[in-house]
């Protein structure tokens, strides 16, 4: 990836961008694997219940998943960052010398004189140690640990709210548009989703957009036809 300027805002706009990055990506999610559900259903049905519930059952199995994964993964990323901090607690307790020296060294090799550095180093020290060594050791803010409720609780949203749109999309036009009602809307919400998390990755936007279509698409496909198949043999 190439670095741009947005990658060096750190800090508090890099975690924004980085959960509204998130948030699309969860959406995109949950466009795709109901839309895939939804149209393979559909290959095999007309039926507007069976493919309600279809739809429903994907978005709360989906979004429940991913709200599941997310706490467990968010959970573990706080605890090894807690045990860090404490160690690091520990360390600046019994060797307040040679942690001294560690954050000079790191400053310095930042980019700041000796000098400068030492005495950057003294006065971080004198007003929160741990804090100091957190945010240049170990890249956190020990007052903004990612709560893994809220982690769980986004990405739970944004899966709902793409994968409303398929499953309205599947169930509110009559039968004999619903299909392509479904295809046109999911992929275009796919552009705009594959444009968004492409540019808040900082990448560009065309490539991205292309994989993300293409996959939505081969997705719906390959559901269709599984589903027209079973509908065929009557399974
Ligand atoms: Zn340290």
Redesign the pocket.
Known sequence: MQPTHEESHGGALGARLNWLRAAVLGANDGIVSTAGLVVGVAGATDSRSALLTAGLAGLLAGSMSMAAGEYVSVSTQRDSEMAALAQ?KL??REQPEA?LR??TDMLHARGLSREVAREAAEQLTARDALRA?ARV?LGIDPDELTNPWHAAWASFLAFTVGALLPLLAIVLPPPAVRLWITVASVLAALVLTGWSSARLGAARPGRAVLRNVAGGALAMAVTYAAGALLGAVGA
Do not use: A
């Open positions: 690091e360390e600046l942690e560690e954050l060594h050791e």
